[in-house]
Nanobody, 124 residues
Framework: QEQLVESGGGSVQAGGSLRLSCAAS????????MGWFRRAPGKERQGVAY???????NYAKSVAGRFTISRDNAKNTLSLQMNSLKPEDAAMYYC??????????????????WGQGTQVTVSS
């Protein structure tokens, strides 16, 4: 069964750090593209970062330089290290696997397997 399970969310003060993890089961880990998205209350879902099987990464402008996406192939785990957190980073964060085989974009419709989400709260 293909499944993604996030963990690591929580509450931090502005300027703090959190590390999100996403455990992948089934054949998901063979997917070319894995990513993180987020959705804040009243806002649309936003792509945060993606990583390809080869390790190519891309970030939303709002998080570039503060967030780092990585994958541990030995543990089938996707991670998102979030530093210098801001109140506007508060959201439900989701990891996802893309259905595409040879391309990777921060476009939600490209991703067909989603985790249940983990909440990140940032206080000012």
């Amino acid at each position: 069964q293909e499944q993604l399970v996030e963990s690591g969310g929580g509450s931090v003060q502005a300027g703090g750090s959190l590390r999100l993890s996403c455990a992948a089961s089934g054949s998901i880990w063979s997917r070319y593209c894995m990513g993180w998205f987020r959705r804040a209350p009243g806002k649309e879902r936003q792509g945060v970062a993606y990583i390809t099987q080869g390790g190519t990464t891309n970030y939303a402008k709002s998080v570039a330089g503060r967030f780092t996406i990585s994958r541990d192939n030995a543990k089938n785990t996707l991670s998102l290290q979030m530093n210098s957190l801001k109140p506007e980073d508060a959201a439900m964060y989701y990891c996802a696997a893309a259905a595409t085989s040879f391309s990777c974009r921060l476009v939600a419709s490209d991703f067909d397997v989603w985790g249940q989400g983990t909440q990140v709260t940032v206080s000012s």
